[in-house]
């Protein structure tokens, strides 16, 4: 599969369907209060209009219930759009299929944007509806896949639709040829040493990740409170600190599969540990697996952290998802900046990381090491789904 079909293929005087994402938080004056997926797109759109091409945007926003709903309608996303674009105006069509969309499309000259309304405020979007995706290919001869964030999601405008479309006239944007070259070259063109990095709440949300990861990585770093289930079945003391005591087996379970594999587990050797989960709370280091009774491990410690920079920078490949503690507090955020700033300086020296999933995202972003990482994934779901070795049908209906 050829990454650049997209940059080779010249769009002039075709009229382009592309299904973005422009799932973005607005607040309750129907401000847009995050515009990064809508950035995310743009170089997409600019590379469409500037072969004389046309524009045709198709996305979800929330999750409506009920049918057309004001709080969910994309006609607020209008205005910065078109400020995103430089200025040039964009059109917006009040429905999605039907007359309103068709005669808007038809209209449109080369150059110009249209976006339509939220395709969610029809059931037979997520439902993968055939005759609602073929009404929607209809208003454009070729189709542009550019949101990764719902590639694990079989609906009507991102996998369905797909088949009504020639093959050479069905692609990735930008977007998405980044998002699944980058993850492809982790999982399936890693150079070794590669580090896997999983760091979060809950054994229980990554334990597919972790098995697959198993067959290809060479180091596994596991941090943050998912880190206290293993050390409490390895026979630890770990006081209150998080634990899912229904994983128990699982942790003892995956560390002997990674002995067999001679994959190697880096469990955090110390915590810093706080009386209570709060900003203020009384903290104090421990080895994690002795906690005193009444203490919570909420970050990896010194010692951890000198362990994890270590293995981190002498890795040719880093694949990072989940913080290592709770670093929206300040006290809590050590760890995870110190991972943050070894991968950064491996990144330099030639290493490729891919930073994924929503909280590394944004942690990344608060330290300000976005630009000094290979790849920033925007798709945390759907990024999961495909390291845990799952096809997902937005990359599967374009690539068949």
């Known amino acids: 599969m050829t990454m650049s079909k997209f940059?080779?293929?010249?769009?002039?005087?075709?009229?382009?369907?592309i299904r973005v994402d422009f799932n973005v938080p607005l607040n309750d004056k129907y401000e847009i209060t995050d515009d990064t997926r809508?950035?995310?797109a743009v170089p997409t759109i600019k590379k469409i209009t500037g072969d004389g091409g046309s524009v045709i945007l198709m996305s979800h926003l929330g999750r409506p219930k009920d049918g057309p709903t004001e709080k969910y309608s994309l006609k607020h996303l209008v205005a910065h759009l078109s400020k995103l674009l430089g200025g040039a105006p964009v059109a917006f069509a009040n429905d999605c299929i039907g007359k309103e969309a068709e005669d808007a499309a038809a209209k449109l000259q080369?150059?110009?944007v249209l976006l339509l309304e939220n395709l969610r405020f029809y059931k037979e979007e997520e439902k993968g509806n055939e005759q609602f995706?073929?009404?929607?290919?209809k208003l454009g001869d070729v189709y542009v896949n550019d949101a990764f964030g719902t590639a694990h999601r079989a609906h009507a405008s991102t996998a369905i639709i797909a088949k009504f479309f020639a093959v050479d006239k069905?692609?990735?944007g930008l977007l998405m040829e980044g998002e699944v070259s980058s993850a492809e070259k982790v999982l399936h063109k890693s150079e070794k040493p590669f580090v896997a990095i999983i760091g979060?709440?809950?054994?229980?949300d990554k334990i597919l990740i972790i098995e697959n990861l198993l067959e290809r990585a060479t180091d596994i770093i596991i941090g943050g409170g998912m880190a206290y289930t293993f050390m409490k079945a390895a026979g630890g003391k770990i006081g209150k600190s998080l634990c899912e005591e229904d994983r128990l087996d699982t942790a003892t379970?995956?560390?002997k599969k990674a002995e067999a594999k001679g994959v190697c587990i880096h469990l955090p050797s110390d915590s810093v540990i706080a009386d209570k989960f709060a900003a203020d709370a009384e903290t104090s280091v421990a080895p994690s697996n002795n906690i005193p009774d009444g203490w919570l491990g909420l970050d990896i410690g010194p010692n951890a952290c000198e362990q994890f920079a270590n293995v981190i920078k002498r890795s040719k490949t880093i694949l990072w998802n989940g913080p290592m503690g709770v670093f929206e507090m300040e006290k809590f955020q050590h760890g995870t900046k110190v991972v943050a700033t070894a991968i950064a300086e491996a990144t330099q020296k030639g290493s490729f990381s891919l930073v994924?999933?929503?909280?590394?995202?944004?942690?990344v972003n608060q330290f300000g090491f976005t630009e000094k990482v290979s790849y920033v994934s925007t798709g945390g779901g759907a990024m999961l789904e495909y390291f845990e070795g799952k096809v997902l049908p937005g990359i599967a209906a374009v690539q068949s």
């Not at 940059?7 to 369907?17: D, E, H, P, T, V």
């Not at 979060?200 to 229980?204: H, R, T």
């Not at 994924?356 to 942690?363: F, I, Y």
């Open 7 to 17: 940059s080779a293929y010249n769009f002039s005087g075709r009229k382009a369907l």
């Open 38 to 40: 809508m950035r995310a």
């Open 110 to 112: 080369p150059g110009q």
């Open 133 to 137: 995706a073929e009404k929607l290919a």
């Open 170 to 172: 069905r692609m990735f």
């Open 200 to 204: 979060g709440a809950k054994v229980s």
């Open 253 to 255: 379970d995956l560390i």
């Open 356 to 363: 994924g999933g929503g909280d590394s995202v944004a942690a």
